[in-house]
């Protein structure tokens, strides 16, 4: 198996904290549907939602 750099990687761009975060092995079955870099941001960005 071949090694990827992680400059490589598919990335995305967090809608809570507008920080880049790159492709993780765990969602590599679900990546169209993650929108979140983190726990925190998901929590944060629903709580955003529910207020406005």
């Known amino acids: 198996m071949k090694m990827r750099k992680?400059?490589?990687l598919p990335?995305?761009?967090c809608p809570v904290?507008?920080?880049p975060f790159a492709w993780r092995k765990k969602w590599e079955r679900d990546w169209?549907?993650?929108i979140?870099?983190?726990d925190a941001c998901r929590a944060t960005g629903?709580?955003?939602k529910t207020t406005d």
């Open 6 to 8: 992680k400059s490589d």
């Open 11 to 13: 990335t995305k761009v």
């Open 17 to 19: 904290c507008n920080r």
């Open 32 to 34: 169209d549907n993650v």
């Open 36 to 38: 979140y870099c983190s």
């Open 46 to 48: 629903k709580r955003q």
